[in-house]
């Protein structure tokens, strides 16, 4: 008898997304007495915090990816379709793909995620590369490595390569800073052709950068890309996106070769489709046990659902939100009532370049085997956030991210690729993973041309 027909008397499980939320709730049901079918449209899920090092050559594509089938491995109740949603019929509980077929649900986790967001910007979207999956990466590192041969064959070897960031996030802080380590450490000596400060780097924020931050930790972070000659323009916002520019909205045109956006996130646009109660942002509504509003047994997780609490849109509040809606579930399974999610901050970090981080972490009170011994709690040096800069926050970075990876072999190839980039002695002449550079061909008449 096949595992499928052995469980299919037990409660049907649905989770719409292989990110953070999908996954974590995926692999709390591993005990659980249910059937798990995981639907996403690519095979693969993907580590977007470190997408900025496949856009920069310091990782491989496939180092931040993993294989969403092999998560059976270690669940057999788990079920992998790679597919998309195309519509959720609530009243008959199921599901339809785009290939037509119909698949029924006990109980429903959309945790598909959200998307690049443009604001209406004119020409944002046509003119910038956007870094929120595995192939915009691929497609940053390609132009970039392209633009800097033509850049180098040029006739004029002063006018160099000009690289915007468009955002002032930890996205765009870390991109930032991944191009200038990538700059001053790898490309100086592989293209002496270019002159001078002949590949510049900008990054445009509409208000000051790392705004969750501390205004400490803002300083320093400003002051460590300054450093790395990273040209900061603060205090304008974009009003459009030119081919071979960027206008702000005080006036000033920036000249760019390589334009990235990396400012802002929204949901897919057939989350409208869905017939799901949304706010004013597109993010579905549900409440303090992160049900869908109006919807018993229908959960929302991760970046798409709109919490009363309102949690930021990370990585953790999606992995501590999937693995509470896989809780109540089995709850509900048990006959008892859902219960509130409870988010555990576990702080916020954002790296500059090599040993130069900042981190926000909680304070020892605040650890979840100490935040009930209500004695700690009433001294509050030991509930404060305890800032972190410099190599104590470049290490934590390390150690937070390669833990948070899929997969042993993922960690290793990680743990490796950052360290030739960052290592000691290895930076002084890292050898970046080039992108795709087209291939120097003769034209057709050329190749029919005998010497």
């Not at 192939?135 to 040029?154: G, P």
């Amino acid at each position: 008898m096949s595992h499928t027909l052995a469980t299919a008397h037990l409660p049907h499980v649905v989770i719409v997304g292989g990110g953070f939320a999908g996954i974590n709730a995926a692999r709390a049901l591993r005990a659980a007495p249910v059937r798990v079918t995981l639907i996403d449209r690519r095979v693969y899920n993907t580590f977007q915090p470190l997408l900025y090092q496949v856009a920069t050559g310091g990782l491989n594509p496939g180092d931040v990816t993993h294989f969403l089938r092999s998560l059976r491995i270690a669940q057999p109740n788990l079920d992998i379709v790679h597919e998309h949603l195309m519509e959720i019929d609530k009243d008959a509980r199921h599901v339809r793909l785009l290939d037509g077929q119909e698949i029924a649900y006990d109980y429903l986790l959309i945790a598909n995620g959200v998307t690049t967001a443009y604001h209406g910007t004119p020409g944002a979207k046509e003119n910038s590369f956007a870094v929120y999956s595995r192939s915009q990466a691929i497609a940053i590192r390609d132009a970039l490595f392209t633009r800097l041969e033509k850049a180098a064959a040029a006739a004029d070897r002063t006018k160099g390569l000009s690289v915007v960031v468009i955002g002032g996030g930890p996205t765009g802080v870390e991109m930032a800073g991944a191009l200038a380590e990538l700059r001053d450490q790898g490309l100086e000596p592989a293209y002496p052709e270019l002159e001078g400060e002949a590949f510049r780097i900008t990054l445009v924020q509409r208000s000051e950068i790392l705004k969750p931050f501390l205004p400490r930790l803002r300083a320093y972070a400003a002051t460590q890309l300054q450093r790395r000659h990273v040209e900061l323009r603060l205090g304008s916002g974009v009003d459009e996106v030119c081919p071979d520019a960027v206008r702000l909205s005080d006036g000033t045109v920036l000249p760019s070769d390589l334009t990235i956006w990396a400012t802002g996130v929204a949901p897919h646009e057939e989350v409208r489709e869905w017939s799901l109660p949304l706010a004013s942002d597109d993010r579905i509504l549900v409440g303090e046990d992160l049900q869908v509003q109006g919807l018993p047994g229908v959960f929302a997780a991760g970046d798409v659902a709109k919490t009363p609490q309102d949690f930021p849109q990370l990585a953790q509040p999606a992995i501590q939100g999937g693995e509470h809606v896989a809780r109540q579930i089995v709850r509900l399974l048990e006959g008892r009532p859902t219960e509130p999610f409870v988010y555990y901050d576990k702080g916020q970090l954002a790296i500059i370049g090599r040993r130069s981080a900042i981190g926000e972490v909680p304070g020892v009170a605040n650890l979840p085997v100490l935040h009930r011994l209500r004695f700690l709690q009433r001294v509050p040096l030991l509930r404060r956030i305890v800032p972190l800069t410099g190599r104590a926050a470049w290490f934590v970075w390390l150690f937070v991210h390669i833990s948070s990876l899929l997969g042993p072999r993922n960690k290793l190839q990680v743990m490796v690729g950052l360290i030739a980039r960052y290592g000691p002695r290895m930076h002084r002449a890292p050898v970046p993973i080039v992108g795709d550079v087209p291939a120097i061909r003769p034209a057709k008449a050329q190749r029919r041309t005998k010497p």
